[in-house]
């Protein structure tokens, strides 16, 4: 019985590695393969399986970018804290939503962050030495928290950002990533760097530590519901391949550009996939 859930392995690494790359926990490459596998279960088991497999995806890749000391601590608790709420409500609402509806807002969604991503990719100067400068007294404002950071290579960080804006953007993707089961990251991290001039390198350590929190709550949520009871097996071999393949993608972080992490040009695909899969 156990050799059907073999092909899993694979599929976490895969979904591991390229999820701790960009910092998305990966539930957005799970999530419409799950729906096109099992087109017959609920929403709730679908969001269960991978917000569980995007837990362990964060935990693992957090652990990796915390050793190359990528994480903003200090920031990364205030967020976490704001996605509770947030991971609660959305994991409670997953079991209110049809799956024809669910495969479509999925597929639509998919497609927004693919052009959004596109859009809004730029180079991150991380190779050097970083002193950012916003312009006019914005960046003098008392009402922004500055960071200064200096990763395991010796790269310097230097950012300022509105803490309120980051944790309004939490409790909306946490309650999104919860309802969806994708962790939530494909639009964290363009959030962070866009909105609050995260370094791209930075901005995906980070949000891995957030994802970890958020994944974590959604799934015990479901866990209390009874969702997950089905799941267990599948979520295990997952499991063993996220975690691997999380310590790949974040050592493969060192060797591409901010640019190419943001752009997520598949995403594209896969949402217009599903939505074509309804007719």
Known sequence: MLEQ???L???????????????????????????????????????????????????????AYARMKRVDYKSGIIFSIATIPGAILGALSTAFISRRAFDVIFGVLMMLAAAYLWASAREDHSAQSRQRVAHGSQFIASRLTHRHLIDGDGLEYRYAFDARVGVVLSVFVGYLSSLLGVGGGFIHVP????????????????????????????TLVHIAGGAFVHGVRRTAFLAVGVIVGAQFGAALSNRVSGKMIIRGLALAFVGLRLILSEY
């Open 191 to 218: 959030a962070l760097t866009r909105l609050l001039d995260f370094p791209v390198h930075i901005a995906t350590a980070t949000s891995h530590f957030v994802l970890a929190v958020m994944a974590l709550t959604g």
């Open 9 to 63: 392995l694979p599929l976490g690494l895969v979904v591991g590695c390229f999820g701790t790359l960009i910092g998305a926990g990966g539930g957005f490459i799970l999530v419409p393969i799950l729906l096109l596998l099992y087109p017959n279960e609920k929403t709730e088991f679908i969001t269960s399986i991978s917000l569980a497999a995007v837990f362990f995806n964060a935990l693992s890749g957090s652990i």
């Open 5 to 7: 859930y073999l092909w």
